[in-house]
């Protein structure tokens, strides 16, 4: 995926420098169209109005492979492999750890047997179900 995304990359760049090259290569309707090959309109490398021809259908095509490369890129960055389902052909649930805590034994000979702590604090899913314990205060 990685080959592919570069490659589109550097086919848009290219594009993208070939697009600016031939725009500034062109001249306006009033311009001899034929001075940016030579001296002559009619001794051109193209001919009389060849030159324009090849000109704007080069700098057409080159456009449509930019915008082409663009439409690509935007569907390479907003693709995700989604996660495999495995062998079994379900994916397996987030293990879930809910034992009590408990609290240390006191050295006084009243609470002689360990007490388990309020499971409210203990569990963050117990915690979840109490609105308004995750805002900041």
Do not use: C, E, W
Request: no cysteine; proline share 8%.
């Amino acid at each position: 995926m990685l080959v592919l995304k570069t490659l589109v990359i550097v086919v848009q760049l290219l594009s993208a420098l070939g697009v600016i090259g031939l725009v500034l290569l062109q001249h306006g309707k009033g311009a001899d169209m034929g001075a940016a090959f030579g001296s002559g309109a009619s001794g051109s490398l193209f001919g009389a109005s060849g030159s324009a021809n090849f000109l704007s259908r080069t700098t057409a095509v080159l456009a449509t492979l930019f915008f082409v490369s663009t439409l690509a890129l935007t569907y390479l960055g907003s693709y995700h492999a989604k996660p495999s389902a495995g062998v079994l052909g379900a994916t397996a649930p987030a293990p879930v750890a809910a034992s009590p805590v408990v609290a240390p034994v006191a050295a006084s000979p009243v609470a002689a047997s360990p007490v388990a702590a309020s499971p409210v604090a203990a569990s963050p899913a117990a915690a979840a179900t109490h609105p308004g314990n995750d805002v900041p205060k």
